[in-house]
C-alpha cells in the first residue's frame, strides 16, 4: 500500500518567535497530517548547526534554534515572552538567547537531566561551544537537554497520532566542529591540518562543481576501529527518527575528495567505506535497513547501484530529472522500492520548473500528464496525482508544492549563497489546510 509524506522544515513552521520550532505549531502540523491520513513527515536535518542543516557542528547535539519559548513557559522557567511579527522568512538571530539565559537561571537538575547529560557526545559539544563563546559547558548541557526533551515528547505525539517522522543525516560535519574535535583521527587529517574538502565535481548545479567546507573521511582509520563512529552515529540516529534518510549515499561507495586550498574542478573520487561498514551496521540484527532511505541522485556509478541493491535500501526518485518528456506513459516502471518526490528542498518548486521549461516540453509535459488521467490546469496538482498513481512505495510533497508555489519559496538552491536559502517559512496553516485535499 503507497504510503504518502509532507516535506517541511522544522524552521519552515509558523511562529510567533521569528523560527519554527518544536513547540505547538509542530503539533498542530501532526494534527493536520494525522486528519488527512498523510503517514510521514520529513523535517530534513535538525542537528547543531550554522544555519546549514548539511553542515553540523555536532551529529548529537540538536539545532537551539528549535527550542520552544511557549514549552519553556510550560515548565515555568521563563515569564511571558515577547512576541515577533510573523514573517515568510526564518529569522536566524539571538533573540530566543535571553529567554533560553532566564530559563538556564531558573532550572533545578533533577535525575532525567543527570541522566542525559552523562551522554559523551553531548559533553563534546557543551566543552566545545564554551571555549568559542565563553559561557558556561553547563549552559550548552542545559540546552540539549530541553531540545531533547522537547523533541522526544513531539514525536512521541506524532507517533501517537500515526505519524512517523523521518529525519536526514548529513554525509559530513563542517571543519570546526564537535567532530574532528573529538574525533579527528576519522577524517583526513595530519598534524591538525586538513589534507581535502569534500564537495562535488561540475554538475546540473554548479559548472564550477562545489566544495563544502568539510573534510573527507579517513576510511582507512575508520576500518580499523570496526566503523564504530559511523555505527554509533547510525543508530543514534534510528533513536531519533523513525526512517533515516541517508544523505549522500553515493559517498558510501565512493566519494569526492578535493586537495585542501585547489577548486572543485581539482577534485576526484576515492573509494568509500562501501560493504564493510553496512555488513558492520547490520552484524548484531539492531538495525533494521527498511528504516533506512538513501539518497542516490547524482552522479550514481554502476557499483552504487550494486551497493544500494545489495541490501535492499530504498531509493529516491525525483520527478522533475526522471520524466521522459517522450514517453506518455509508465514513466515509473522499476522496483517499487523507491520514495518519490515531484521535487524536494534541493529542488525548484513544480510551478518553478514548469515555468522554466521550453514550450515544447511544456506541451509534452501535460500530454503525459493527460494520458495518465491527471489535471492538467493545474501542473503541480497534476504532478502530485500522477505521483500516487506510479509504482513507488512512498510519495513525499514539499508544502510548497501542495500550496502551488512559485520558486521564491523554495528551500534551497544548491552551491548558491543565499539569505533565502534554509528560510523559507509559512505563516499559517489556513491554505494547506485547504489544499491538503490533492495529496488523496
Known sequence: MKERGILLPIFSLPSKYGIGDFGYEAYEFIDILSENGIDFWEILPINACNRL???????????????????????????????RKNTQRAIYDDFKQKYYEEAFGNFVANDEYNRFVQRKEIKQYAEFMSKNSGKAEEYYLFLQYILHKQWSELKEYANSRNVKIIGDMPMYPVFNSVETTFNSECFEMENGSY???????????????QKWNCPVYNVENLAKQNYKYLVERFKYYLELFDKVRVD???GYDSFYKIPYGKTGKEGFYSDGVSYAFFDELFKDGSVNRENLIIEDLGDIRQETVLLREHYGFTRQKILQFAIDFDNKRDLDNESENVLMFPGNHDCATIVGWYKNLDEDKKIKLKEFLNANGCDTNCISDGIIQYC???????????????????????????GVDSKNNWSWKLLNFDELKRKISVFK
Open 195 to 209: 589534507k581535502f574538502e569534500a564537495g562535488t565535481p561540475p554538475d546540473y548545479y554548479n559548472s564550477e562543481g
Open 248 to 250: 549522500y549515499f553515493r
Open 53 to 83: 542543516p548539511y553542515s553540523p557542528l555536532s551529529y548529537y547535539a540538536l539545532q537551539e534554534d528549535y527550542i520552544s519559548i511557549d514549552k519553556l513557559g510550560e515548565m515555568r522557567l521563563i515569564k511571558e515572552a515577547e512576541l
Open 388 to 414: 500516487m498513481k506510479c509504482k513507488a512505495r512512498i510519495v513525499i510533497v514539499t508544502v510548497q508544492d501542495i500550496l502551488g508555489l512559485d520558486d521564491d519559496s523554495r528551500i534551497n538552491l544548491p
